[in-house]
C-alpha cells in the first residue's frame, strides 16, 4: 500500500519499527543537539539557510520565507531523493523534523511524488521528547532492576556484555553516556552526547526489554561524565536488588591493562593523569605519567587502583552481607552463571 504523507503516524507506531528507518530532516546542528536513537540526518536545510530562512520569517513575514526555502532546497531535492533511497533500500521510511511541519511535510511530498513509500511523524521530535518524559513518569516506577556495585576493575561491563547474550535485560549506562565514569571515562569514545540524547537513549535501551521481568545495570552515581541520570530512574535503581562484585587485586589489574592501554596513545592516557594532581600531588602524578611513556601500565594500574580508585569508591574488596548477592568476578564466566541463576530465581527471566 502507497504511504500518505498527508495522514502522519504516532510514535508509538513509528518506533515499532515496522514502517522503516527514521529520517530526520532537520539541520546537522539540531540533529546533532538531539535526535530519534538510529536515525538519519538528511537535512532540508544546512545551518546557515536555516538562519537565514529565520530570520526572513521573522522580519518580513511567512510568504518571502517560503520563496527563500524554495530557491535553496530545489537544487538540492535529487540529493535528498537518493540519500533517502539509500537509507530506505526497497522499504519504507519515516521524516520528521522539530513539530512535524512544513520542512517534513514538503519533502515527503516530494519523496512520494517520485514513486518513494514515505511516511511523516506526528509531531516531528517533539512528541519523541513527549514520549521519553512520560516514559520516565509512568513506566520508570514499575521497572525491576537488579544494580551491580564493585571498585574499578571487577569486570562489571564485561558481566553486562555476557548477560545479554545469555537472553538477560541488561543496560550499559556507561556506554549510552559515552563514558566510563573514571578519569578515563572520555577515553574510546568520538563525541559527547546531549542530555537529551542521553534520555532518548536510556528510554530506548529500557523499551527493547519492555518484556523481561528484571533488567542488570551498574551501579553509577546520578553524573555520568557530562549527562546525568534523571532523579525518578535514579531513585528506582535505589529500590532495586543490588549485586556486590569483587575480584583479586591482580585480576583488577590486568583487566585495567587490556581496557586502557588499548584505548588511547601515551599522551591521552597522561593527559588524563594530570587532571589528578590535586588528588594524588604533583610528583606523584609525575611518576604515574613517566610510568606511562615507559609503557609500565600494570604499576600505574596497581597505584590507582590503591591510591585512587578504591578509596574514591569504598566498595568491600572481598565477600559482602549488605548486599542481595556478593559474588566474586575474577572469572568472569562463573560470575555470570551465579547472577543469572540469581535472576532467573528471582525474577523468573
Keep these: 500500500m502507497r504511504a500518505n504523507s498527508e495522514i502522519p503516524l504516532s510514535i508509538e507506531k513509528v518506533l515499532a519499527g515496522q514502517y522503516g528507518p527514521l529520517i530526520d530532516v532537520r539541520s546537522e546542528g539540531e540533529f546533532a543537539e538531539a535526535t530519534i536513537p538510529g536515525a538519519i540526518n538528511v537535512p532540508l536545510f544546512n545551518n546557515v539557510e536555516r538562519a537565514r530562512v529565520g530570520t526572513l520569517y521573522r522580519q518580513q513575514g511567512p510568504e518571502p520565507a517560503r520563496q527563500l526555502g524554495l530557491e535553496l532546497v530545489s537544487p538540492k531535492l535529487p540529493d535528498i531523493c537518493r540519500r533517502v533511497q539509500a537509507a530506505a533500500g526497497t522499504g519504507p521510511a519515516v521524516l520528521f523534523c522539530w513539530r512535524g511541519g512544513m520542512r517534513s511535510k514538503s519533502v515527503a511530498t516530494v519523496l512520494n511524488l517520485m514513486g518513494l513509500e514515505t511516511y511523516r511523524l506526528e509531531g516531528g521530535y517533539k512528541s519523541f521528547r513527549r514520549f521519553v518524559n512520560e516514559y520516565f513518569e509512568k513506566m520508570v516506577p514499575s521497572l525491576r532492576l537488579a544494580v551491580l556495585h564493585g571498585n574499578t576493575g571487577v569486570g562489571k561491563t564485561e558481566i553486562l556484555t555476557a548477560l545479554?547474550?545469555?537472553?538477560?535485560?541488561?543496560?550499559?549506562?556507561?556506554?549510552?553516556?559515552?563514558?566510563?565514569?573514571?578519569?578515563?571515562?572520555?577515553?574510546?569514545?568520538?563525541?559527547?552526547?546531549?542530555?537529551?540524547?542521553?534520555?532518548?537513549?536510556?528510554?530506548?535501551?529500557?523499551?527493547?526489554?519492555?518484556?523481561?521481568?528484571?533488567?542488570?545495570?551498574?551501579?553509577?552515581?546520578?553524573?555520568?561524565?557530562r549527562v546525568v541520570l534523571p532523579q525518578i530512574f535514579y531513585k528506582q535503581m535505589q529500590t532495586g536488588d543490588h549485586i556486590h562484585v569483587y575480584a583479586s587485586r591482580s585480576s583488577r589489574v590486568k583487566r585495567l591493562v587490556d581496557i586502557y592501554a588499548k584505548l588511547g596513545q601515551p599522551h591521552e592516557l597522561t593527559q588524563a593523569l594530570l587532571r589528578l594532581e590535586q588528588r594524588l600531588g604533583k610528583n606523584n602524578v609525575y611518576y604515574l605519567c613517566e610510568a606511562v611513556e615507559q609503557g609500565a601500565y600494570a604499576s600505574v594500574a596497581e597505584t590507582l587502583l590503591k591510591d585512587y580508585y578504591d578509596p574514591l569508591y569504598g566498595y568491600p574488596n572481598g565477600p559482602s552481607r549488605r548486599y542481595h548477592l556478593s559474588i566474586d568476578s575474577t572469572s568472569v564466566e562463573e560470575a555470570v552463571d551465579l547472577i543469572e541463576t540469581y535472576m532467573t530465581a528471582r525474577y523468573r527471566v
Design 164 to 225: 545479554e547474550q545469555r537472553g538477560i535485560g541488561t543496560v550499559d549506562l556507561e556506554s549510552l553516556a559515552e563514558n566510563r565514569g573514571s578519569v578515563f571515562g572520555h577515553l574510546g569514545y568520538s563525541s559527547i552526547p546531549s542530555q537529551q540524547t542521553f534520555e532518548g537513549r536510556l528510554v530506548m535501551a529500557l523499551e527493547k526489554h519492555r518484556d523481561k521481568r528484571g533488567i542488570v545495570l551498574e551501579g553509577e552515581s546520578r553524573r555520568i561524565g
